[in-house]
């Protein structure tokens, strides 16, 4: 029995071990992380979420919206 439960908290441990939930803040280290922009239109090569913070862009405040979903 205790093997059961060992094995079923390991396989449902990654569901619930998100960094961020809805509506939380990203951290300033994660806002200075840099991607490169393959595909669209956007003003340089790479992106950076302090790109969309008006404390760190200059003063120019967004509202950014993250529909990330996967098919698999």
């Given at each position: ?58 003063g120019h405040y967004f509202v950014t ?8």
């Amino acid at each position: 029995m205790q093997y059961y439960l060992i094995f079923i908290t390991i396989l449902f441990f990654p569901l619930y071990s998100a960094e961020y939930d809805v509506g939380d803040t990203v951290d300033l280290d994660d806002q200075s992380q840099r991607f490169s922009v393959c595909n669209g239109e956007y003003t340089s090569s790479d992106l950076g979420l302090e790109d969309f913070n008006g404390d760190l862009n200059g003063g120019h405040y967004f509202v950014t919206w993250f529909d990330i979903s996967a098919t698999w």
